[in-house]
């Protein structure tokens, strides 16, 4: 069982910055892959950013050059540093991560965390 905890969110003007946070608690034998989704209301659930166990990171078009999603492995944690936000950032956030239980299992399973709100607003 992984349970994954936000927090960061809130309300900032446009042009502002927000960093967020994602706690990985429970037992687990490995973190591989972590990620932020958002979904705004009327909208459907959108990928913003990944980053693997090893490094890599992968981006939505939209947050390219303004997001940077980061991990920090001794800490289960991962992190979003989101500067120049604009109103259409504005969106329920959520953290995902894809964990190994024990050591001995072929695949991980997804955990969500209950997400986290920014608005951008002026």
């Known amino acids: 069982q992984v349970q994954l905890v936000e927090s960061g969110g809130g309300l900032v003007q446009p042009g502002g910055s927000l960093r967020l946070s994602c706690a990985a608690s429970?037992?687990?034998?490995?973190?591989?892959?972590m990620g932020w989704y958002r979904q705004a209301p009327g909208k459907q659930r959108e990928l913003v950013a990944t980053i693997a166990s090893g490094g890599r990171t992968n981006y939505a078009d939209s947050v390219k050059g303004r997001f940077t999603i980061s991990r920090d492995n001794a800490k289960n944690t991962v992190y979003l540093q989101m500067n120049t936000l604009k109103p259409e950032d504005t969106a329920v956030y959520y953290c995902n991560a894809r964990a190994y239980l024990r050591p001995f299992d072929l695949y991980g399973m997804d955990y969500w965390g209950s997400g986290t709100l920014v608005t951008v607003s002026s």
């Open positions: 429970g037992s687990f034998f490995k973190l591989n892959a």
